[in-house]
């Protein structure tokens, strides 16, 4: 079943406080937002003040990003994956605490993470656990490694436990297997986004060639049944600082034209004119 909800992600390039990004969003017609879940941040507030700050610019909350930067110390023996698999824990109780139903999680960063193992594997269950206790489900997402996902899914079994399909990075990544087609009976997010088959560009939708009825018809006819989340981002780097692709179109657009160009294209998506 299709939701036409029209939801985007919190940060989409401007730097701009959380406060500003969230007005514009709500202004250019969007009603959900995807929100950044981490312990702490330089470039947005704390969790509370962020979900206070949605809900008072009338966005619900559907999901959020848990943080990743230190995701493959997990696979790794020693204080830091420990440490790091006790802040995620604490993190996926809070979304419970804030009233955000899904969470979206990295296996792994960076296209050589370490191996998959038990220990690595264990790390994640105890989130699992955590997910099962407080009734939050945890969406895991594919990325530069795609066998990671597909191993990590044929192992690990949980009512909470499901995939986000990222519908740019498999465009990007691997566009020989269809995520979302493969996991349709648990998709339990999706990341929308364009590109040009060479580089994860995160453009609007439309903006770069990936088969938009393709995608539009394999989420239709997946499990999902929450709201298409854009995660677009104009700029030359993303919040972490990393270059990216040179292929933004935008130039100096401001960000009001920047999402009302995001959004006719979620409706045109979502409205089925592809």
């Known amino acids: 079943m299709l939701n036409s909800t029209p939801a985007m992600a919190g940060w989409f390039g401007y730097p701009l406080e959380l406060d500003e990004r969230l007005r514009l969003i709500s202004e250019a017609g969007f009603r959900s937002v995807l929100l950044w879940w981490a312990v702490e941040s330089a470039f947005e507030p704390s969790i509370p003040h962020k979900v206070e700050t949605a809900h008072r610019h009338g966005l619900d909350v559907e999901n959020a990003h848990l943080q990743f930067a230190r995701m493959n110390t997990l696979w790794e023996d020693g204080i830091d994956g420990e440490s790091y698999a006790n802040e995620l824990i604490g993190l996926v109780a809070s979304a419970a605490t804030y009233g955000v139903p899904t969470l979206v999680v990295h296996l792994t960063r960076t296209s050589t993470p370490p191996g998959p193992n038990e220990l690595g594997y ?27 996902l597909y191993d990590f899914m044929a192992l690990a079994k949980s009512p909470r436990i ?50 938009w009825e393709l995608v539009r018809r394999e989420i239709i006819d997946s499990a999902y049944t929450g709201a298409w ?33 995001a959004f006719a294209a979620h409706k045109r998506l979502t409205g089925g004119s592809v």
């Not at 269950?125 to 530069?144: P, Q, S």
């Not at 995520?179 to 349709?184: G, L, N, P, S, T």
Request: with cysteine; charged share 30%.
């Open 162 to 211: 499901g995939v986000c399909f990222d519908a740019g990075h498999n465009h990007y990544v691997c566009p020989e297997r269809r995520v979302c087609r493969d996991f349709a009976p648990f998709i339990k997010a999706v990341h929308l986004h364009d590109n040009f088959g060479t580089s994860d560009d995160h453009l609007i939708p439309f903006d770069g060639n990936e088969d």
């Open 229 to 261: 989340s854009l995660e677009i981002e104009h700029a030359l780097t993303d919040k972490f600082g990393k270059q990216l692709s040179p292929n933004d179109p935008y130039g100096d657009m401001p960000p009001e034209e920047y999402l009302a160009r």
């Open 122 to 148: 264990s790390r994640f269950m105890r989130m699992v656990d955590t997910a099962e206790r407080v009734g939050v489900d945890l969406a895991f997402e594919n990325l530069k490694r795609p066998d990671r």
